[in-house]
């Protein structure tokens, strides 16, 4: 596998977008009457990130089946670097006081406008 600059180059060199963002996978990690209680934080935090625009978009994701609601959530940052959007979904409030956890990883937006 190549490593993500030569991947990125290969891909910008195709004249593809290769358009680097963040993608956050939010996970609960207390139960759901403490994460309630900083909900008003979060989206607060949400709202000025997309203000400053650093968010793209953000909301819940289902199950596999596609019926049911999990808790699981995905935001998507811009950010000059993953340093940079890993502090971003570390500060978020929800990650922050510890009842929600999160991953991380690199998407190159090769398609789409």
């Known amino acids: 596998m190549p490593a993500w600059d030569e991947y990125k180059k290969i891909a910008q060199e195709r004249g593809s977008l290769a358009h680097e963002l963040y993608v956050v996978i939010s996970e609960p990690a207390a139960p759901p009457e403490q994460m309630k209680q900083h909900l008003p934080e979060h989206l607060a935090y949400q709202a000025e990130q997309e203000k400053i625009g650093s968010l793209v978009m953000a909301g819940p994701m289902s199950d596999p089946s596609g019926e049911l609601m999990e808790g699981v959530g995905m935001i998507i940052y811009r950010a000059d670097s993953l340093d940079t959007a890993r502090k971003l979904a570390q500060n978020d409030p929800m990650h922050s006081s510890g009842t929600r956890t999160f ?8 398609e789409g406008s």
């Open 103 to 110: 991953s991380i990883r690199r998407w190159l937006v090769n």
